[in-house]
Nanobody
């Protein structure tokens, strides 16, 4: 049973912002990587951003660089995804994921196979 719980999704107009949260109890002691993925119907789940839980290394998909920021608050056992300048193509179900591997081990940070814990997802809808 996954221990990851996402929140913060919703509907917003293009150009707006949302902040997603992923509650992950004791994640720093269990996982080396935390990431956000998104998926739209008929498409594969794609990596959006990832962070090294013991450091400051951050990774982003080209499509969100400069607009999205992943961050973590160890004291709250929470990982965030701040999404600014949202576009209609950012619409999708957003999933939090966790991996016991460093982002740079075992393939790309955006490889779904790297992650063994997934949340249930939170829906983001961006209207034009």
């Amino acid at each position: 049973q996954s221990q990851l719980v996402e929140s913060g999704g919703g509907s917003v107009q293009a150009g707006g912002s949302l902040r997603l949260s992923c509650a992950a109890p004791e994640y720093t002691s269990k996982f080396k990587s935390m990431a956000w993925f998104r998926q739209t119907p008929g498409s594969e789940r794609e990596g959006v951003a990832a962070v090294y839980t013991a450091g400051v290394n951050e990774y982003y998909a080209d499509s969100v660089k400069g607009r999205f920021t992943i961050s973590q608050d160890n004291s709250k056992d929470t990982v965030y995804l701040q999404m600014n300048s949202l576009k209609p193509e950012d619409t999708g179900m957003y999933y939090c994921a966790a991996s016991p591997l460093h982002p740079w081990y075992g393939g790309s940070w955006s490889s779904r196979d790297k992650y063994n814990q997934w949340g249930q997802g939170t829906q983001v809808i961006v209207s034009s």
